[in-house]
């Protein structure tokens, strides 16, 4: 095999880095519809998973050169993210309370991996409360609702997690955001190698990697990791619609950055500092791309803030 046609195996794993973060932004779009509509089960979400990644399969950031720097740094960047996911999982947390998150993220991925609506029915403790008017029962990431407790918070990622669970049970779930900190990293490394090359780019992911922050959110149900995933692999999508304006790219990539507001309620920061960026691009762009990129930052700013 020459080194100037690389097979199939080495292309894909080339563009790894910028196909993953599009997948989870698709497979979270979903997750976030069927558990709203109280639909969440595997005989839903999958079939409308595989329909939606089929139909916008061709839908990802332009292409990066298939040279062998590209390649090469690509490779490494999915050997260091799949060590960095063997030693986490080994260290994974394993936080099941009721108090504040991770714990309350975590039990409501174990919930919807085995139901298909959040809403927890409470049934007998209900009618306890009722018999003792005196007794109460108190939690900061839960509220009663008539009979139900409702978790606070989106929904998105508990669901992310909870597909882990249909797999692997309570085992599943604790691992799940291992396996997202994975793909925020190599989210991070397709931005990088866009702006300081397949090579250095491994440096920023690299020191990404070893932060406790990043470790410690990783290893437990933190939001942080999708947001991560969602937030670069956007602007990995809008770096290239800059590059080459297309509506569908500064649709995705709008899209894909408001859509941090599926599993925080703080994302709709993203969205405005989506906006004020490519605001700033086009005002500093010359007349030859201004109209273009005006165009795009309304859509982008249109889908963001439809994610929202």
């Known amino acids: 095999m ?18 993953l973060p599009v997948l989870l932004f698709w497979t979270a779009l979903v997750v976030a519809v069927t558990v709203v509509l109280g639909a969440f089960r595997p005989l839903v979400v999958l079939p409308a998973l595989g329909l939606v990644v089929a139909l916008t399969w061709r839908l990802i950031p332009e292409r990066v050169p298939m040279d062998p720097a ?112 994975g793909i925020a990293l190599l989210a991070l490394y397709d931005v990088a190698r866009r702006l300081i090359g397949p090579r250095w780019g491994l440096v920023p992911m690299g020191a990404l990697a070893l932060t406790t922050p990043m470790v410690y959110f990783s290893r437990s149900a933190f939001t942080e990791p999708t947001n991560i995933v969602l937030t670069f692999g956007g602007l990995a999508v809008l770096w290239s619609a800059c590059r080459d304006p297309r509506a569908w790219r500064f649709a995705l990539g709008g899209a894909m950055a408001g859509a941090t507001a599926l599993s925080r309620i703080d994302g709709a920061a993203v969205s405005a500092g989506l906006i004020l960026g490519l605001g700033v691009v086009a005002a500093a762009s010359g007349p030859v791309h201004r109209r273009a990129r005006v165009g795009g930052l309304l859509i982008a700013g249109a889908t963001s803030l439809a994610m929202v």
């Open 2 to 19: 020459s080194i100037a046609s690389p097979g199939w195996a080495m292309r894909a794993a080339t563009l790894l880095p910028s196909r």
């Open 70 to 181: 590209h390649r090469s740094g690509a490779v490494w960047a999915l050997v260091l993210v799949a060590a960095w996911t063997l030693v986490n999982i080994i260290w994974a947390g394993e936080v099941l309370l009721v108090q504040r998150d991770p714990g309350f993220l975590t039990l409501e991925g174990v919930w919807l991996s085995a139901h298909a609506d959040p809403a927890i029915p409470v049934r007998s403790a209900a009618e306890l409360v009722q018999q003792v008017p005196a007794a109460r029962v108190n939690s900061d990431a839960f509220w009663l609702s008539g009979d139900e407790l409702h978790a606070q918070g989106a929904k998105t990622f508990p669901g992310l997690v909870a597909m882990l669970g249909w797999v692997a049970g309570v085992r599943g779930v604790l691992l799940g955001n291992v396996l997202i900190g």
